[in-house]
């Protein structure tokens, strides 16, 4: 059974960067398409960025240039570098893996909290 753990959220200050990984165990999933959704109270789920097997990247406007997914297939894991962080990225990050078009499998979800 697949499964997909998250780790490193936490409170920053505004400006300030985060880490976070998101390790899949039960298979390899390299071929997956991977990324992360947040969800901020009150609101709905967001797309906020994908990466392909092969490294290709897409990203919502709201973090372009601030943020960075990246994967590494040895390892299993997905990260995503988040600078100069804003109180409104303030969410519940959650990564997931897709073959196709609908998510497969989703993490726990990992808490990301910037004061203003």
């Known amino acids: 059974q697949v499964q997909l753990v998250e780790s490193g959220g936490g409170l920053v200050q505004s400006g300030g960067s985060l880490r976070l990984s998101c390790a899949a165990s039960?298979?390899?999933?390299?071929?997956?398409?991977m990324g992360w959704y947040r969800q901020a109270p009150g609101k709905q789920r967001e797309l906020v960025t994908t990466?392909?097997?092969?490294?290709?990247?897409n990203y919502a406007d709201s973090v372009k240039g601030r943020f960075t997914i990246s994967r590494d297939n040895a390892k299993n894991t997905v990260y995503l570098q988040m600078k100069n962080l804003k109180p409104e990225d303030t969410a519940v990050y959650y990564c997931y893996a897709r073959l196709h078009i609908t998510p497969d499998y989703w993490g726990q979800g990992t808490q990301v909290t910037v004061s203003s």
């Open positions: 990466i392909t097997s092969t490294g290709s990247t």
């Open positions: 039960g298979s390899n999933l390299r071929f997956y398409v």
